[in-house]
T-cell receptor
Framework: GIQVEQSPPDLILQEGANSTLRCNFSDSVNNLQWFHQNPWGQLINLFYIPSGTKQNGRLSATTVATERYSLLYISSSQTTDSGVYFCAVVPAGNNRKLIWGLGTSLAVNP | GAGVSQSPSNKVTEKGKDVELRCDPISGHTALYWYRQSLGQGLEFLIYFQGNSAPDKSGLPSDRFSAERTGGSVSTLTIQRTQQEDSAVYLC???????????FGPGTRLTVT
């Protein structure tokens, strides 16, 4: 089945720094989503981005489907950005289930 | 509008007991999914319902696990004869027909003692 790899696994930033998180996937996808899991465990939708580029405030994401990767950019990081960032994909075909990466654990220090 | 809701938020049960977890999807969403998040396994798919179609049960880990969806809305995940390895956070998600973006509930943390 499809493999989803995220890097780096852990990241520590000072408040105000920028960062890039990467998601590689091994096969074609119908869907790619980025989530932020906050310290209370809630999964928050960041982007639905099977291809192209989107921006939402300090966050932006780019998916290059032909090269099978997606990038999540966080600019001017804040302590509230701390948590785990997950990339999840729906493989191309007739199914809808999300296949998950292991996440990037981000800590933003004041 | 209201998001996906799940109950209970926490459940502690003794090994061997049965448990029922409930999910109420976003109004108008026809697709409903169950996932499990555990320390050793990360996030994994369990089961998917779409309208009146037969559910995709390919992720259920054993026959102790079952789920139903009544009236195309609320879903119940049942785990029979719980084992310690069933301890995890059980997450429910829903999506609109024809769309792939999934929205998640807050989860039910299950602890089997």
């Amino acid at each position: 089945g499809i493999q989803v790899e995220q890097s780096p696994p852990d990241l520590i930033l000072q408040e105000g720094a920028n960062s890039t998180l990467r998601c590689n996937f091994s096969d074609s996808v119908n869907n790619l989503q980025w989530f932020h899991q906050n310290p209370w465990g809630q999964l928050i939708n960041l982007f639905y981005i099977p291809s192209g580029t989107k921006q939402n405030g300090r966050l932006s994401a780019t998916t290059v489907a032909t090269e099978r990767y997606s990038l999540l950019y966080i600019s001017s990081s804040q302590t509230t950005d701390s948590g785990v960032y997950f990339c999840a994909v729906v493989p191309a075909g007739n199914n809808r289930k999300l296949i998950w990466g292991l996440g990037t654990s981000l800590a933003v220090n004041p | 509008g209201a998001g996906v809701s799940q109950s209970p938020s926490n459940k502690v049960t003794e090994k061997g007991k049965d448990v029922e977890l409930r999910c109420d999807p976003i109004s108008g969403h026809t697709a409903l999914y169950w996932y499990r998040q555990s320390l050793g396994q990360g996030l994994e798919f369990l089961i998917y319902f779409q309208g009146n179609s037969a559910p995709d049960k390919s992720g259920l880990p054993s026959d102790r696990f079952s789920a139903e969806r009544t009236g195309g809305s609320v879903s119940t995940l049942t785990i029979q004869r719980t084992q310690q390895e069933d301890s995890a956070v059980y997450l429910c998600a829903s999506s609109r027909q024809g769309f792939y973006e999934q929205y998640f509930g807050p989860g039910t943390r299950l602890t089997v003692t």
